[in-house]
C-alpha cells in the first residue's frame, strides 16, 4: 500500500472543488479520475458529520458541475459522478489516517500475518513507516504499508 497522491488532473479538480465543497459544509474526501471500459469517470467523493444523503450529492453536482464547465479543466468527454465515501471507505491519504485516528478499521494484508489474512483494530496512527493499530488485548502493534493491501473503516451491523 501507498499512499495517493493526485495526478496532474486530480489536482487540478481538487482545486477547483474544494471551495464549492467547503462552502456547502462537506468534507471533500476524494477525487478520482479513471478509465473505465471507453469512458473516462470524474468521481468526487463527499463526506459531512452527518452523513450523505442522495440529496447532498445532488446540492453539490450543480455548483461542481457548473465550475467544471466554467474551467474546462480535462479536455477529453467525461462522466461526472458525486457521491457518499461510504461507510466502509478505503483510507488513502495521509489526511484519512489522521481523520479517523481512533475509529474502527479492518486492515486486508497482501500476505498472511501472524496466520491471518485481515484484521479489525482501532486505529491510531499511520506513516510512511506503517499503519499502526490498537489491537483487542489492549496492544498496539504497527504494520508496514508493503504488507497492507487496504485500510478501509470497518462497520459493524
Not at 461526472?80 to 481523520?99: C, M
Not at 506513516?127 to 504494520?143: A, C, M, Q, R
Request: net charge negative; glycine share 8%; aromatic share 10%.
Amino acid at each position: 500500500m501507498k499512499f495517493k497522491k493526485f495526478g496532474a488532473t486530480e489536482q487540478k479538480v481538487y482545486d477547483l472543488v474544494k471551495p464549492i465543497t467547503d462552502e456547502l459544509g462537506y468534507y471533500l474526501w476524494d477525487v478520482c479520475y479513471q478509465k473505465e471500459g471507453a469512458v473516462w469517470h470524474l468521481c468526487i467523493f463527499i463526506d459531512s458529520d452527518d452523513g450523505i444523503t442522495i440529496q447532498d450529492c445532488e446540492k453539490a453536482t450543480e455548483p461542481i458541475n457548473a465550475i467544471m464547465d466554467k474551467e474546462d479543466p480535462i479536455s477529453q468527454s467525461y462522466v461526472l459522478e458525486v457521491g457518499s465515501a461510504g461507510l466502509e471507505r478505503e483510507l488513502v491519504k495521509e489526511e484519512h489516517f489522521e481523520v479517523c485516528e481512533g475509529d474502527t478499521v479492518r486492515i486486508r494484508f497482501i500476505r498472511n500475518i501472524d496466520g491471518e489474512k485481515e484484521i479489525v483494530a482501532v486505529l491510531s496512527g499511520a506513516d510512511k513507516n506503517g499503519v499502526s493499530v490498537v489491537l483487542d488485548d489492549g496492544s498496539t502493534k504497527i504494520f508496514p504499508l508493503a504488507d497492507i493491501a487496504y485500510v478501509r473503516l470497518y462497520f459493524e451491523i
